[in-house]
């Protein structure tokens, strides 16, 4: 079983920068991949971003490459998601996931609870 508690969902203007963090802790979280994806109000849950287990590999979507970067920390057992060039359209819940690596941007095992990101215009 793998817990993810997600943090640093915020307000910000357009242009600007916000980084997101999951915290994961469970006795194998180490082992899977994390990824990060949103939804936005009327729209399904959308892939975002993953890191394998190493931190070697990444994976985004179109729609936030170049502006996005995905990392984690094993020693701490953390993913991050640095926002920049933030976007009103990127204003959604925000959702950490773990799984492996070939499934975790369509179908990751475990899933956080969100935590809200608002970009204005």
């Known amino acids: 079983q793998v817990q993810l508690v997600e943090s640093g969902g915020g307000f910000v203007q357009a242009g600007g920068s916000l980084r997101l963090s999951c915290a994961a802790s469970?006795?194998?979280?180490?082992?899977?991949?994390l990824g990060w994806f949103r939804r936005s109000p009327g729209k399904e849950r959308e892939f975002v971003a993953a890191?394998?287990?190493?931190?070697?590999?990444?994976y985004y979507a179109d729609s936030v490459k170049g502006r996005f970067t995905i990392y984690r920390d094993n020693a701490k057992n953390t993913v991050y998601l640095q926002m920049n060039s933030l976007k009103p359209e990127d204003t959604a819940a925000y959702y950490c996931a773990a799984g492996g690596w070939v499934v975790v941007h369509t179908h990751p095992d475990y899933w956080g609870q969100g935590t809200q990101v608002t970009v204005s215009s």
């Open positions: 890191v394998d287990r190493t931190g070697d590999s990444t």
């Open positions: 469970g006795p194998t979280s180490s082992a899977y991949a």
